[in-house]
């Protein structure tokens, strides 16, 4: 089982529609990271969260330590939202960075 | 522009060679991290780097090293390369680590081994 888990893999939905997407994380952490990387390949740091909620424009991102979850919720989608959206934690045993596998989101027009 | 630069942007070279990769962190930011994606493993961490020291190691193999520079440029230097060694090497800064401070990504240098 992978230490850091995403769902889904895959999400594909009409523009407007509200997404989630989801992390699970079986290790103690420091901090947990939300990127987004367009296809182009750049990879862009959208929230860093220890605790609490963050909210940036349409994105808000939460995080539960007890539950050892966090999801990153987009309001009011659009096409340009389309990219993989990936969790990172920072591992507080060994200052490690462990990736989840990605969520490949596809809105539609 | 996340204010860190890689180059190269694009490399292709053939089995058996040596590789240096390089990064210049944004300005203020002490740490560099160096990350390897490839298409079946994805995004994997390799090394961090502290004002010159490391302080944390990831997945990187003994044919691969790092460095800091004093000028806190890091390179990642890659030998006897394999066919999967073939990928896209990010890296990364922040200002102390992943634990406490947002990453800024560099654009990448993409890597072919022929």
């Known amino acids: 089982k992978n230490e850091v888990e995403q769902s889904p893999q895959n999400l594909t939905a009409q523009e407007g529609e509200f997404i989630t997407i989801n992390c699970s994380y079986s290790?103690?952490?420091?901090?947990l990271h939300w990127l987004q990387q367009h296809p182009g390949g750049g990879i862009v740091s959208l929230f860093m969260?220890?605790?609490g909620k963050k909210k940036h424009g349409r994105l808000i991102a939460t995080i539960n330590i007890q539950e050892k979850h966090s999801s990153l919720h987009i309001t009011a989608s659009h096409p340009r939202d389309s990219a993989v959206y990936i969790c990172?934690?920072?591992?507080?045993?060994?200052?490690?960075?462990?990736f989840g596998k990605g969520t490949r989101l596809h809105i539609l027009p | 522009d996340s204010g860190v630069t890689q180059t190269p942007k694009h490399l292709i070279t053939a089995t058996g060679q040596r590789v240096t990769l390089r990064c210049s962190p944004r300005?203020?930011?002490?740490?560099v991290y160096w990350y390897q994606q490839s298409l079946d493993q994805g995004l994997q961490f390799l090394i961090q780097?502290?004002?010159?020291?490391?302080?944390a190691k990831g997945n990187i193999l003994e044919r691969f090293s790092a460095q800091q520079f004093p000028d806190l440029h890091s390179e990642l230097n890659l030998s006897s390369l394999e066919l999967g060694d073939s990928a896209l090497y990010f890296c990364?800064?922040?200002?102390?680590?992943?634990?406490?401070?947002?990453?800024?990504f560099g654009p990448g240098t993409r890597l072919t081994v022929l």
């Open positions: 990172a934690v920072g591992v507080n045993r060994d200052d490690k960075i462990i």
């Open positions: 300005s203020g930011d002490l740490s």
């Open positions: 990364a800064s922040s200002v102390v680590s992943a634990g406490t401070d947002t990453q800024y």
């Open positions: 290790v103690g952490i420091s901090a």
């Open positions: 969260l220890s605790s």
């Open positions: 780097y502290y004002n010159g020291e490391e302080r």
